[in-house]
């Protein structure tokens, strides 16, 4: 059974970049499967915000590809997400996920931006 554990945290300044981990066991992200991040803002709906697919290609929201990066880590089954310029409304539950059409979660972490 494939689990993802999100980890990264919970706290992040405004400006500043918002880092986060998805540790992967049970499959390997080089085996099928893209590999998403998808966030909740409070009070609003899921929000898909981009993939690493098993092969390495990265896809991006439109809506924040100009200020995300993707990447992985194969040695370790891990897959990334960094955000940069963050503001309030980047506050929500970030989840990690296996499938363009979701599969399997994580459990979710909360990171809200604040000073």
């Known amino acids: 059974q494939v689990q993802l554990r999100e980890s990264g945290p919970g706290l992040v300044k405004p400006s500043q970049i918002i880092s986060l981990t998805c540790a992967v066991s049970?499959?390997?992200?080089?085996?099928?499967?893209?590999w998403s991040w998808i966030r909740q803002p409070p009070g609003k709906g899921l929000e898909w915000m981009g993939a690493?697919?098993?092969?390495?290609?990265?896809y991006y929201s439109p809506s924040i590809k100009s200020r995300a990066s993707i990447s992985r880590d194969t040695s370790k089954n891990q897959f990334s997400l960094q955000l940069n310029s963050v503001t309030s409304e980047d506050t929500a539950v970030y989840y990690c996920?296996?499938?363009?059409?979701?599969?399997?979660w994580g459990q979710g972490t909360q990171v809200t931006v604040s000073s």
């Open positions: 690493i697919a098993w092969d390495g290609s990265t």
């Open positions: 049970g499959g390997s992200i080089t085996v099928n499967y893209a």
């Open positions: 996920v296996r499938g363009a059409v979701p599969v399997s």
